[in-house]
C-alpha cells in the first residue's frame, strides 16, 4: 500500500513555456501533499504544502505565481511551473499523507525530471 | 546551524559490511523519526519510522533514536551493492506532517 505515482518522469520544455505534473495517491486519500525540488547531490528542498480544497503554503523564497499548486482532491494535486526557465530545471518529487494529526508518515512520488530548454 | 546534521559521505564499505549512519538534530520538539533511501533519480523510499526512544529493527535495518542525545541511527547488517544509495534521515516538525531532512549520506558497497 501507500503508493504515490507522478506524471510524467521525464519532460523537456522551450524556455517561456508552462509545464504540468501530476501527483496521485494511488491506494489512499492524501489530504495532504507536498512538492519537492531536488538539484543534483543535494537534499531535497520543500515548495510547498497542500492540502485537500484549500491555497497551498510556500516556502520562503519560492514563488507561488511561478509554481502553481493545485490540490483539487484527495488523490491528485497538480503543480504547473509556468514560464518556465533553464534554471527550474530540476527533479521534482511529490509526497502524500493521511493527514491524520501527529506522526504520519510522508510516502513519495518516483519523481519528474523536468529540464528547460 | 542547521536543525539537522547529517554528513554528506561518500561512505564505502566492504560487501558483508554493517553500514553505520547517523544524525543529530536540535529541536528537541522532533518526535517521529524517519530513514529513507533513495536511489539515483528516484524518489525517496521510506526504511524505518521511528518515535520513542530506543531500537526499531526490521530484517537488516536496525533504528535506533536517543532523544536525550538528539542522535538517531541506522545500520544495515550485511550490506548489498544493492544497498548503494543515499540515505536520508528526516523527522516531522508539525501536525501536518512537514519534514526536516538532513543533507543525505551517499553509501557504497563495493563487491
Known amino acids: 500500500g501507500a503508493v504515490v505515482s507522478q506524471h510524467p518522469s521525464w519532460v523537456i520544455c522551450k524556455s517561456g513555456t508552462s509545464v504540468k505534473i501530476e501527483c496521485r495517491s494511488l491506494?489512499?486519500?492524501?489530504?495532504?501533499m507536498f512538492w519537492y525540488r531536488q538539484f543534483p547531490k543535494q537534499s531535497l528542498m520543500l515548495m510547498a504544502t497542500?492540502?485537500?480544497?484549500?491555497?497551498?503554503?510556500?516556502e520562503q523564497g519560492v514563488e507561488k505565481d511561478k509554481f502553481l499548486i493545485n490540490h483539487a482532491s484527495l488523490t491528485l494535486s497538480t503543480l504547473t511551473v509556468t514560464s518556465a526557465h533553464p534554471e527550474d530545471s530540476s527533479f521534482y518529487i511529490c509526497?502524500?499523507?493521511?493527514?491524520?494529526?501527529?506522526?504520519?508518515?510522508?510516502?513519495f512520488g518516483p519523481g519528474t525530471r523536468l529540464t528547460v530548454l | 546551524q542547521k536543525e539537522v546534521e547529517q554528513d554528506p559521505g561518500p561512505l564505502s564499505v566492504p560487501e558483508g559490511a554493517i553500514v553505520s549512519l547517523n544524525c543529530t538534530y536540535s529541536?528537541?520538539?522532533?518526535?517521529?523519526f524517519m530513514w529513507y533511501r533513495q536511489y539515483s533519480r528516484k524518489g525517496p523510499e521510506l526504511l524505518m519510522y521511528?518515535?520513542?526512544?530506543g531500537n526499531k529493527e526490521d530484517g537488516r535495518f536496525t533504528a535506533q533514536v536517543d532523544k536525550s542525545s538528539k542522535y538517531i541511527s541506522l545500520f544495515i547488517r550485511d550490506s548489498q551493492p544493492s544497498d548503494s544509495a543515499t540515505y536520508l534521515c528526516?523527522?516531522?516538525?508539525?501536525?501536518?506532517?512537514?519534514?526536516?531532512f538532513g543533507a543525505g549520506t551517499q553509501v557504497v558497497v563495493t563487491p
Open positions: 509526497s502524500a499523507t493521511s493527514g491524520r494529526a501527529g506522526g504520519d508518515t510522508q510516502y
Open positions: 491506494d489512499f486519500q492524501a489530504t495532504t
Open positions: 497542500s492540502n485537500e480544497g484549500s491555497k497551498a503554503t510556500y
Open positions: 529541536n528537541s520538539a522532533f518526535q517521529y
Open positions: 521511528t518515535y520513542s526512544s
Open positions: 528526516a523527522m516531522i516538525t508539525d501536525s501536518w506532517g512537514k519534514l526536516q
